[in-house]
């Protein structure tokens, strides 16, 4: 209330900062009547010059300062390019556009707020797309490329076709990434001044440029410099949910455990039921004791309360959704008598009661959460003859007796332990796959979650309730669902390559964002993406009418209340936008209005194009629309004649979705520029987001007002309960996309490494320097393996580094000469230099070692076609890289699952798995140089082959998930030349992260040489 107060009389810090940006509207306005009075050919000069000059400004920092000066002329010029085009039809998707817009001052605000890297918030209707060409024309001048993200391939190709006027005429290029296109198209479009596109072609571009190509020719991407996103909620939060992955088949599958233990989980679901229906039985025979006919409270009331809310929290903990369940909680006191028995439960520190009550059910389901837990007895019931068969081994104690046996020897011990771990690893995997079934069981249902289709299961996107074909569940659960409906189980997939969106947006150095409704996340934004919300005023005041919500007790009572607001206006011949959540919902819509003869039409977000069309028609007189709150997005609804006088269009939603922003975003479809429009939700308590995140105090509420059959509740403190109750949700996906996000992060380093370790390669013109370098790596953590500083060479284990030598080179070097090197040793490594910290004997060796390699190396090259030759180097490192990256991402992705298993324990699974993480990472960078090493002398002989079958690897990425390579075999096959010695070297000890010198690098002796041209020698 008292910020209230302050606001109204200081105004908000977002209203300061609009009005700070008030005198450079005025500027620009100036500049641009100016203009109006030159000819044409002025504005295409002024671009020409301005993009001259900045594109050679290389630090970032003067070419802000530059960027920001020139917004004034800038904008002004953009503009006057706007009035030029007016009354000229332009080609938008093969239609022509009377273009008619000439941007109002309040979009000179948003386009000023996304050059400063702001989110713009503009209501729907405001005339985004146009605000967006002002800042990326003024950014394009750079010449290092702007980037404008779309949520769908139509709007791409639409606003690039729409906006792409305005920028030619200008002299700017235009370009737009589709689907389909191949990578020569794509680099053109890239190669425009400005590139439009989805968020997933752009990461999946990104992926294969840098996970995937093996050559800078196949590489299309040339920066990310700044990236406008529209619908920004839309994509860097809804989409931000699931990561974006190319992936092949999965060496490891669990298809047969889903199978094998089907059986016991049905009979267990089966049991579960009947001891939940049990327990709801007991509880509905207690109801009428505890109010009785005659309205008077028994004496035992208290005692029975708890009673009747214990067997209804068993009930809902073992079968949430059942619905008997739901029947009793229409009640609205007995819904209070278990939110009351939790409550007191989760007061309890110990939980001890809270376990005591879960171990009553054979497994355990948190609806929230999304998890299903198997207790004591439901272990007990899936394997009566050993209890154990579901417990995880405590490795550490079991690795601990066996360090600490007396009976065993060094290879014994490893043998023991092994056998420990193979079991812990099949035990993980059994318990997995139970829990994942039971998931499947219990908390994915058919026709809500997924449907099933040509014998697949296809997911239903809960946010938009469109089908996401192709795209799958992960760990396992996808499989888990298909098990469960007796259809085609199919491989699982490992990741190739994978990226956060995120983690992709934060590689642009400058991100903005536009959209309708960002406030509600506006804390999001800011933590994860650094970006501020600029909340911008509309052009003319919004007129819309919001009524209050109407809550009634069940689903039922609340479609016929629809069914009835429906038919009223419909008679009036006002148009209506009516709103689901669901696929399922607007279904079941469609079939009632079928039922009462109304005309209508219905979108599912699944075909943009067609239903853009569709949408673009939903403000005409008459016309009803039932659509998903993501069909047709971002599509203009304009008012047909008539409709205006009769209300303009009433948006109708059925439901409140789980985030407020969503439903704000469909308030938003009317009541553009100005038109007059009313909204109004419809709520049950059946509703998912009532039962699940309802509180005790709309249950109250509802109470006191004493909610009959039939009847229908509608009050403002309502309203407030509601949003309560969706801010919960909210918050809980936030929690999940930063828990996601955190995971991703360690990734995100790992990845950074790794992809700049290729493109190194990628783009190096000498690449047989860095093979050296690598080799020298290789040979000096080998030296440091099996010889020492401080002991005597003739105690060292010299065997073993001639074994080594000998193994992976073609050398056939003796004992004896190493001894000899070794002996010979009289100098010192320099200070600093990698090598420092060697004995002169050890860097005797080491140089020894190297140069031999060094040599025999000169000896091969000199029979090799020089030209071919860069290539097969290249060739010989990205293989390593690529194999044992993809072997580490599939480990990375079993930790995740594993770990998830070990937070059983007290320990922060996110902290276990950073040092997991760490540790695998570190492996996996000796493995790859060892694994380069190796191949030095190996890889010329099958050039051809090798060369064809990298430019054959199929790269099909379709959505989240992508199609698998057509030919896994040939995957396998090519590194079976490596693979041998890899067992070998894999065992080496990381290596520590000193600083080192590489010998490219500036010597440390300050001689301002290369290394290896001074002390490196
Ligand atoms: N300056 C302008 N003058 C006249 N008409 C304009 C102007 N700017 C935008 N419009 C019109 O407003 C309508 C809405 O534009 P647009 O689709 O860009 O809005 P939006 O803000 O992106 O909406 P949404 O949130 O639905 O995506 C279009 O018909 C467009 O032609
Ligand atoms: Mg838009």
């Known amino acids: ?187 053109e479009m890239y190669q425009c001044d400005i590139t439009y596109g989805t968020n997933a072609e752009f990461g999946f571009d990104y992926l294969r440029d840098n996970g995937m190509a093996t050559r800078k020719e196949e590489q299309v991407q040339r920066g990310h410099y700044f990236a406008i996103v529209d619908e920004v909620d839309s994509i860097l939060i809804d989409e931000a949910r699931t990561p974006l992955i190319i992936s092949g088949p999965a060496v490891v599958s669990m298809d047969q455990k889903f199978v094998e233990f089907k059986p016991s989980v049905q009979r267990l679901v089966q049991a579960q039921q009947e001891l939940c229906n049990r327990f709801l039985r007991e509880a509905e025979a207690l109801i009428p004791k505890l109010r009785p006919e005659n309205g008077v409270p028994p004496k035992n009331a208290a005692d029975l309360e708890q009673e009747i809310g214990m067997l209804l929290y068993r009930s809902k903990l073992g079968q949430p959704r059942s619905e008997g369940l739901m029947r009793v909680f229409e009640e609205p006191r007995n819904q209070q008598l278990v939110q009351r028995y939790e409550a007191q439960l989760l007061t309890d520190q110990s939980k001890k009661e809270l376990y005591a009550q879960k171990e009553e059910l054979f497994f355990a389901i948190e609806e929230k959460s999304h998890e299903a837990d198997l207790t004591e007895k439901g272990r007990a019931h899936l394997s009566p003859n050993d209890p154990d068969a579901f417990v995880l081994p405590d ?97 699982e997939t490992q990741t190739l390559a994978t990226i956060t969106i995120q983690n992709y947006f934060r590689l642009y150095t400058k991100l903005a964002g536009m959209t309708g409704t960002a406030e509600t996340e506006a804390q999001e934004f800011f933590d994860i993406y650094k970006l501020g919300v600029l909340t911008i005023p509309t052009n003319r005041p919004n007129i819309r009418k919001d009524s209050n919500d109407t809550v009634y007790k069940t689903r039922r009572e609340k479609y016929n209340a629809v069914l009835k607001e429906l038919k009223e206006l419909h008679a009036q011949g006002r148009p209506i936008l009516v709103g689901t959540i669901s696929v399922e919902a607007s279904e079941m819509l469609s079939r009632m209005l079928k039922k009462e003869g109304i005309v209508h039409s219905v979108l599912n977000a699944k075909y943009h194009e067609q239903e853009a069309e569709i949408v673009a028609r939903a403000g005409q007189k008459g016309s009803l629309t039932i659509a998903t709150n993501m069909a047709g997005r971002g599509t203009d609804i304009k008012l047909g004649a008539g409709v205006a006088e009769l209300g303009g269009l009433h948006v109708l939603c059925t439901e409140r979705h789980e985030s407020r922003r969503i439903d704000r975003q469909l308030r938003g479809r009317c009541s553009r520029q100005g038109d007059p429009g009313s909204s109004h939700f419809f709520i049950s308590l059946e509703d998912d987001l009532m039962r699940l995140f309802g509180s005790e105090r709309i249950t109250k509420v509802m109470e006191r007002m004493g909610l009959e059959e039939g009847q ?207 540790k695998l990472f570190d492996a996996l960078m000796v493995n790859i140089k060892s694994e380069i090493c190796h191949n030095i002398f190996r890889s010329a002989s099958s050039l051809m082959a090798f060369e064809q079958f990298l430019h054959n690897l199929p790269q099909t990425t379709t959505h989240e998930t992508a199609a698998p390579f057509q030919d896994p075999a040939s995957l396998a096959e090519s590194s079976n030349l490596v693979s041998e010695a890899n067992e070998v070297l894999s065992k080496a000890q990381p290596v520590h992260a000193v600083p080192r010198v590489g010998r490219n690098d500036v010597c440390p002796c300050g001689s301002g040489k290369k290394y290896k041209k001074c002390c490196g020698q």
């Open 1 to 187: 209330m008292i910020g209230l107060i302050f606001r109204k009389i200081f105004g908000s810090r977002n209203d300061r900062e609009v009005k700070r940006l008030r005198p450079l509207v005025a500027r620009i306005n100036q500049i641009e009547q100016e203009l109006q009075s030159q000819p044409e050919s002025v504005l295409r000069e002024k671009t020409a010059a301005w993009k001259a000059r900045l594109s050679t400004i290389q630090d970032n920092d003067e070419l802000k300062r530059e960027l920001e000066a020139l917004i004034p002329e800038a904008f002004a010029v953009v503009k006057n390019a706007c009035r030029r085009l007016c009354g000229t039809d332009v080609e938008v998707r093969g239609h022509p556009i009377r273009w008619e817009m000439v941007p109002f001052d309040v979009q000179l605000i948003g386009g000023m707020g996304l050059h400063l890297g702001r989110i713009a918030e503009m209501a729907t209707g405001e005339g985004k797309t146009l605000v967006g060409t002002m800042p990326v024309y003024l950014n394009a001048l750079t010449g290092r490329g702007v980037h404008v993200v779309t949520v769908n391939d139509y709007l791409a190709a639409r606003d690039s076709d729409w906006m792409g006027h305005v920028y030619t005429f200008l002299g700017l290029s235009v370009g737009c990434i589709l689907h389909d296109q191949p990578p020569s198209v794509r680099r």
């Open 395 to 491: 490795l550490p104690t079991l690795y601990h007796q066996i360090d600490t046996s007396t009976e065993l020897d060094a290879k014994g011990r490893m043998e023991a332990k092994g056998g420990i771990q193979a079991q812990f690893e099949e035990k993980a995997g059994v318990i997995h796959a139970l829990s994942q079934l039971l998931k499947a069981y219990c908390l994915y249902e058919r026709d809500v979650q997924y449907v099933v289709q040509d014998n697949k299961v296809i997911i239903v996107d809960e946010h938009t309730g469109r089908l996401m074909s192709g795209r799958r569940w992960s760990e396992g659960l996808h499989q888990a669902v298909e098990a469960k409906e007796n259809v085609q189980i199919e491989r």
């Open 712 to 918: 229908e509740l509608e009050h403002p403190l309502l309203n407030r309960s509601i949003q309560t109750a969706q801010k919960r949700v909210e918050g809980h996906y936030f929690q999940q996309r930063k828990r996601t996000l955190e995971y991703d992060d360690v990734m995100n380093k790992q990845r950074e490494v790794v992809y700049g370790f290729r493109n190194d390669i990628i783009h190096a013109d000498d690449v047989r320097d860095r093979l050296m370098d690598i080799m020298e790596e290789v040979v000096l953590q080998k030296v440091e393996q099996f010889t020492h500083r401080d002991s005597e060479p003739g105690d060292w284990d010299i065997r073993g580094m001639a074994d080594w030598v000998n193994l992976n080179f073609p050398l056939g070097m003796p004992e004896e000469e190493i001894l000899k090197a070794a002996r010979a040793g009289k100098v010192a490594p320099v200070e600093g230099s990698m090598f420092d910290g060697l004995s002169e004997a050890q860097f005797s060796v080491l140089n020894f070692i190297s140069k031999s390699i060094r040599d025999s190396y000169e000896l091969k090259v000199s029979f090799e076609r020089i030209d071919a030759l860069t290539n097969i180097e290249r060739y010989t490192i990205l293989d390593a890289i690529d194999r044992l990256w993809q072997e580490h991402l599939y480990g990375m992705d079993s930790l995740r699952n594993s770990i998830g298993l070990r937070a059983y324990g007290q320990r922060d699974p996110l902290i276990e798995y950073k040092a997991e993480a760490f």
